[in-house]
């Protein structure tokens, strides 16, 4: 589902009834008003954390034409947007808009050094998660067409490890680059190499905000990575005695992944 920067609805307003939907952040739960816009942010409505790096006003939350959009209303970060366990997945760049279709939806941002999260509840939706994604969701198959070698999946659990031992919707302080390389007992320079090679095949499956350019910083990058392998469940918590693995820690480096 991609975002949208237009809206356009051919059912009328009036024959369609508001459903309520509700915010949980923190442990924290918000119910939004239908008559305006639900703002979030360094400051508004849902005032995330006085982090210098985060937008006064980044996302809007705004009940129109019979559905609730989300529209990214800063001028420099993305979030990501993960709906039906996962299945559904968007990124939301500045100055797009998307429909909020799913019972409930997950949104991934970062600022700084800091990965946000919080959650979109309603009792009703416009579309069901169909018994296939279900099953998919389950466990007992992937919804990840990418393979990763167990070195990479290592990688990804490294720096996902604060967001995957968390306890329920809150934020996290992302790895740097150097902790999560001592975290696997690797040199920079192997870290390095395999977070290229990660992003690069996440790149070519068409996954926006991993290919670097002038003036990207690497800490940018880490933290799409870290936004998608969760929200898509490329990694889980079930991952997590990999970074103690040591079979996959003493591996000589001469697998070219």
Known sequence: MNPTTEIDSAVPTAVREVVPLRLEFAGEWHDLPTDRP????????LEIDDNPYLHRHFLELRHRDGLWWLANVGVRLAATISSAGGAVQS????GARMPLVFERSVIVFTAGPFTYELSLHTEEAPYEVSRQVEASMSGETTVMPASFTPLQKQLIVALAE??????GVSMNELPSSSAAA??????MSKFNRKLD??????????????RGGAGKLAT?????????????????RADLPLLDDEVLRNQSDSDGD
């Open 91 to 94: 990124w939301l760049s500045p």
């Open 197 to 210: 090679n990660v992003c690069d095949k996440l790149d070519r499956m068409g996954v926006q905000g991993l």
């Open 220 to 236: 940018n990058r880490r933290a799409r990575l870290v936004e998608y392998a969760v929200t898509s469940q490329v990694v889980t």
């Open 182 to 187: 001592q975290r696997l007992g690797w040199t």
């Open 162 to 167: 604060p967001m995957l031992r968390r306890e």
């Open 38 to 45: 639900f703002i979030i942010g360094r400051e508004g409505d």
